[in-house]
């Protein structure tokens, strides 16, 4: 397998800087992120989701430029983490755009949200007619669209993304396995999961969660957790993954904050490769 890092987990470190960390922590493969910060969030302080200073523009400059950069510090880029919503085909041929000039075989594009108005019924049925728009798209341009499992969307499990995705050509959408997410919602065994996928498991995605007992009892509550102290039981992921014969991208968003940004990359590739070794 080879080990990444979508760059949505380094908000204070700028595209140069991050793939000079990459390469010195011995990662394979970047996966950017690639959406456009608002000028309202710019001043903030560095954040996951909003003023994140490692994410790329849809545009073709920063396109050459992130293929630069990987280039220069010997990184793949095995998928981008775009940020494209149900429905809009225009930013999905953009994203295409970038996918091409960058060399990425992939794209993440969205599902419906399960608090958007309207039945289940209504919500798949945007999202199945999305998806074969995309598909479309994908057959002339040969790049991939991948939907993540997610918690809050209507593919949170594998069963749930491929009732999704069966419909179409698995060299053309796949599904992005999420362990982090499935903390949250979607849990189901990860071979009995990766087997569902079957020809659809196109891309993994790595992170960890734990749950908090409130002071007074209740519902507990999850939070982001570093790789090696949560819920995930990762020796039984990697166990799944190698039974089903993925040999593909393992790429790492770790939200913890349990050490800094530099620190955490080195921390969570010295854990993977170490559990890889042993399941």
Not at 71 to 84: D, K, W
Not at 91 to 97: F, L
Not at 245 to 262: H, I, K, L, M
């Amino acid at each position: 397998m080879n080990f990444g890092v979508f760059t949505v987990m380094l908000p204070d470190l700028t595209p140069e800087e991050a793939v000079a960390e990459l390469a010195a922590a011995g990662y394979d493969g970047v996966e950017w992120r690639v959406t456009t910060v608002p000028d309202a969030v710019r001043d903030q302080a560095p954040s996951f989701w909003r003023n994140n200073l490692c994410t790329l523009s849809p545009t073709l400059a920063d396109a050459e430029r992130g293929l630069s950069l990987a280039a220069q510090a010997g990184l793949h880029i095995p998928n981008l983490g775009t940020y494209i919503d149900v429905g809009d085909l225009a930013a999905v041929e953009i994203a295409m755009r970038f996918a091409v000039t960058v060399g990425a075989p992939s794209i993440r594009v969205g599902v419906a949200h399960t608090n958007a108005p309207g039945s289940f019924a209504a919500l798949f049925g945007q999202t199945v007619d999305f998806l074969a728009g995309v598909e479309e798209r994908m057959r002339i341009s040969g790049v991939k669209a991948l939907i993540e499992m997610h918690h809050g969307t209507i593919a949170a499990s594998a069963s749930a993304a491929l009732r999704l995705v069966e419909r179409f050509d698995p060299a053309l959408i796949g599904v992005i396995h999420d362990c982090g997410n499935m903390v949250y919602e979607g849990h189901e065994d990860f071979r009995r999961g990766l087997e569902t996928l079957g020809p659809y498991l196109g891309h993994v995605h790595v992170k960890n969660a734990a749950f908090d007992r409130p002071a007074a009892g209740g519902v507990w509550r999850p939070r982001w957790a570093p790789l090696r102290d949560g819920v995930v039981d990762f020796p039984a992921l990697f166990a799944a993954l190698r039974a089903v014969g993925y040999d593909g991208w393992v790429v790492v968003e770790d939200f913890s904050q349990a050490y800094p940004s530099r620190e955490a990359l080195r921390q969570n590739l010295a854990f993977l490769r170490q559990v890889a070794q042993q399941s």
